[in-house]
């Protein structure tokens, strides 16, 4: 999905229901990518070791990998801990091209494209507002579906930056593949 389209949030959502299902702590392993904690020369055969010394024992393991994109040859590492471990791996990414999981990942993935929020869902963000669903509706058309945008209280202006930022950094992200 896009940049602030939610998938972090959906990830976060996923840890949440797992530790209430009663998976121990310490067996949902959540690594954020983009953070700043995190070495940007990471290489594929630093992400995997990195991971496999969180996991202590032979118990099944969840691993919730943020914007994997940001590590050069993250699918060969998801899949030798696929390969190596007892995992259950979910993975997020802004501009995850199809090509790059099936050739290591095949027939081993589950693709579930995210989207910014549908009208209803906009709506649902904006229950608490006194404008019409008409005046709601206009401004889902010209500020968009971001939740970031739904959930704030932005102006006009500020929102179109917010969306702008996003569409210049996939963009940017996009031509970037495209020439590596």
């Known amino acids: 999905?896009?940049?602030?389209?939610?998938?972090?949030?959906?990830?976060?959502m996923l840890k949440d229901d797992l530790l209430v299902s009663v998976i121990a702590a310490d067996h949902v392993i959540q690594l954020r990518y983009?953070?700043?904690?995190?070495?940007?020369?990471?290489?594929?055969?630093?992400?995997?070791r990195d991971i496999k010394e969180k996991m202590t024992d032979s118990e099944r393991y969840y691993l919730l990998l943020d914007e994997v994109q940001e590590v050069d040859g993250w699918e060969k590492a998801v899949n030798s801990l696929l390969e190596d471990s007892?995992?259950?791996?979910?993975?997020?990414?802004?501009?995850?091209?199809?090509?790059?999981i099936s050739t290591y990942l095949t027939g081993r993935y589950?693709?579930?494209?995210?989207?910014t929020l549908s009208f209803a869902e906009y709506l649902e963000f904006k229950k608490d507002s006194s404008r019409t669903p008409k005046e709601l509706l206009n401004e889902y058309i010209r500020?968009?579906?971001?939740?970031?945008?739904?959930?704030?209280?932005?102006?006009e202006r500020s929102s179109y930056?917010?969306?702008?930022?996003?569409?210049n950094?996939?963009?940017t992200s996009d031509i970037t593949k495209r020439h590596n």
Do not use: H, W
Not at 87 to 96: A, M, P, Q, R
Not at 147 to 153: E, H, K, M, R, T
């Open 161 to 167: 930056q917010i969306v702008e930022g996003i569409y």
């Open 86 to 100: 007892n995992t259950d791996i979910y993975v997020t990414g802004s501009n995850l091209m199809s090509s790059e």
């Open 110 to 115: 589950i693709s579930i494209p995210v989207f």
């Open 1 to 12: 999905g896009l940049l602030r389209c939610g998938k972090s949030t959906i990830l976060d």
């Open 34 to 48: 983009t953070s700043e904690e995190l070495d940007d020369s990471m290489t594929a055969k630093q992400m995997y």
């Open 143 to 155: 500020m968009g579906g971001f939740p970031i945008v739904a959930l704030g209280n932005f102006d």
């Open 169 to 171: 950094s996939v963009i």
